[in-house]
């Protein structure tokens, strides 16, 4: 179970309280009616789904309620940051989005065999 | 290939076994393929199998990061059937059930199918109306499925708990009579065995780390960290990691990769007759031949490849089974395990041509790809080779995310199925 620190609460507090709302700085278009096809499955359905570093939203539910942003590593599971809803994309210290994470199970459990 | 069968068995028990092959050769690779299937696991490798077999394309190689099934083929819990709702994923899964009712004799392999039953039980009044919706859809398709009483239920599966009392009472079951289960690994081996006797080469412990185009955007072959393979058309069969692997050509596809954890107990003697599921209270349960219980537990709600889950993810399941069958209220847990599962939003499968010529993905299966493996394989066999969708896999294009044509299972199945 993942420790959460919810930027508005300023606690570490238990998954349990959080749900994932997805990936996060994704800007409805303004003029949804008018744009094509194409354009609205990108909009609605495609996610970057990265492997390494992530930008996504959760909700602290089961607290104050509120939607806040996290960067988080999909590999080791770890929380790299999280911040408030509205405030832009920002960069992880001594993280690049293109940094090849090394703790996949290939390297340890391929390593053993 | 040396036929196994039972004289072949004999014979070896006289000579202490010592003249057993290997099931399949480990060759170097060759500088180009026709086909290169990315990702060797069930899925990859039966569309290696089907291609040399029903379509004469032996050139083939299939590329694997790790060892054959050590990804989902080998982690998941193992449940075979096709009482899906809607007809593209009764077209699917029903084509998977009568390959698998076969597979055994066809790969001259003991992939352990044993149609015992997959029940599913119904706690309410949405659930008895959502299955019976299913019943009636399937068996007008002409796939089984019945509606059983709560006592209808027990002497199916004595173990459950059907008392008015119980923490979550029964008030009906939908049961497929022809599902079941089936050995996961065997079911990796047999394809690698049977594909390798047809010349397709099958390597290991090579990661494909890109994809290399022509002028006009075609495929051309992969890069791995064994150097550059070529290839005509590419396959990717990479299942959690599908995402990865495609975006290394450019094509973006909708999935979602999440953790799915499975665990099982110590081994118990024949106790569990048949295959049990939940959804409502998501539990689902059957018994090994090796008498181990073997549980299937949810999805944790975050992106992930880590391969693990969170434990509270496990302990709902097991509430839930003890509360359903509190006879195993003091069995103990053996091992536990999670396997990256690639989910669509509409929790149907996508396999489909790409805008990017010579490419193809088999992707999608999310939480329920296990019993698709040899129907999956083979249509996926039949995209690559034709260069378009057999009939009964039209349905899962790519393009349906456009289209809207969207195959809703997951309204359906309201979990992961």
């Known amino acids: 179970m993942l420790l959460i620190h919810c930027p508005y609460c300023e606690e570490d507090r238990s998954e349990l309280e959080f749900r994932w709302a997805g990936e996060a700085h994704i800007a409805r278009p303004d003029a949804i009616a008018d744009i094509t096809d194409e354009e609205f499955a990108e909009y609605f359905f495609l996610r970057n789904n990265e492997k390494g570093l992530t930008y996504e939203r959760w909700r602290h539910i089961h607290g104050c309620g509120r939607f806040f942003n996290a960067a988080r590593d999909t ?17 992880v210290p001594g993280v690049s989005a293109t940094e090849k994470t090394v703790e996949t199970y290939e390297q340890t459990e391929g390593d053993a065999r | 290939m040396r036929k196994y069968s039972v004289f072949a068995l004999a014979r070896e028990a006289l000579r202490a076994h010592k003249g057993w092959d290997a099931q399949w050769s480990s060759p170097e690779p060759r500088s180009s393929y026709d086909v290169i299937i990315v990702g060797g696991g069930g899925h990859g490798l039966g569309a290696a199998y089907y291609l040399a077999k029903e379509h004469g394309i032996t050139n083939v190689a299939v590329l694997e990061k790790g060892w054959l099934g050590g990804g989902n083929t080998g982690r998941n819990t ?29 790969l001259n392999y003991n992939v352990m199918y044993s149609p015992r039953g997959v ?20 068996r007008l398709y002409g796939i089984d499925n019945e509606w059983l009483t709560p006592e209808q239920a027990k002497a199916y599966c004595p173990p459950l708990d059907i008392s008015k009392t ?26 690698a065995r049977a594909a390798s006797d047809r010349g397709v ?46 975006e290394m050509a450019g094509v973006r596809v909708p999935l979602a990769s999440n953790p799915l954890q499975a665990l099982v107990s110590e081994p118990l003697k024949p106790i569990f007759p048949c295959v049990v599921m939940s959804n409502t209270v998501h539990a689902y349960i059957s018994q090994s031949d090796k008498g ?10 975050y992106n992930s490849y880590s391969q693990t889950g969170g434990l509270q993810i496990i302990t709902h399941t097991l509430d839930a089974i003890c509360e359903l069958f509190p006879m ?7 091992r536990q395990w999670g396997g990256i599962t690639d989910n669509t939003p509409d929790r149907s499968a996508i396999q489909s041509v790409t805008p990017v010529p010579g490419l193809f993905v088999n992707c999608g299966w999310g939480t329920g790809g296990f019993k698709a493996t040899p129907g999956s394989a083979n249509l996926f066999a039949h995209l690559i080779a034709k260069g378009e969708p057999h009939k009964l896999a039209a349905g899962l294009t790519l393009d349906r995310f456009r289209t809207g044509r969207l195959i809703d299972e997951a309204a359906a199945a309201a979990v992961a199925h």
């Open chain 1, 75 to 91: 590999v080791s599971d770890r929380f790299l940051m999280t911040y408030k809803a509205g405030l832009p994309k920002r960069p």
């Open chain 2, 78 to 106: 193992t449940i075979i059937r096709s009482n899906y709702l809607y007809e593209e994923s009764m077209d699917m899964y029903e084509h998977s059930l009568k390959l698998w009712e076969g597979l055994s004799q066809d």
């Open chain 2, 119 to 138: 029940m599913m039980l119904s706690h309410n009044t949405h659930d008895m109306q959502s299955f019976k919706r299913h019943i009636n859809a399937n």
């Open chain 2, 166 to 191: 119980a923490r979550y009472p029964i008030n009906g079951a939908a049961l497929q009579k022809r599902g079941g289960t089936a050995r996961h690994d065997a079911v990796a081996w047999g394809y």
């Open chain 2, 201 to 246: 080469h099958i390597i290991q412990n090579t990661e494909v780390t890109g994809i290399r185009r022509g002028p006009d955007g075609e495929v051309t072959g992969v890069e791995t960290n064994r150097g550059f393979i070529g290839a005509k058309k590419i396959g990717v069969s990479a299942a959690g990691h599908s995402s990865v692997v495609m």
């Open chain 2, 292 to 301: 181990e219980l073997v549980i299937g537990a949810g999805t944790d709600q």
């Open chain 2, 328 to 334: 195993f209220r003091r069995v103990k847990m053996m």
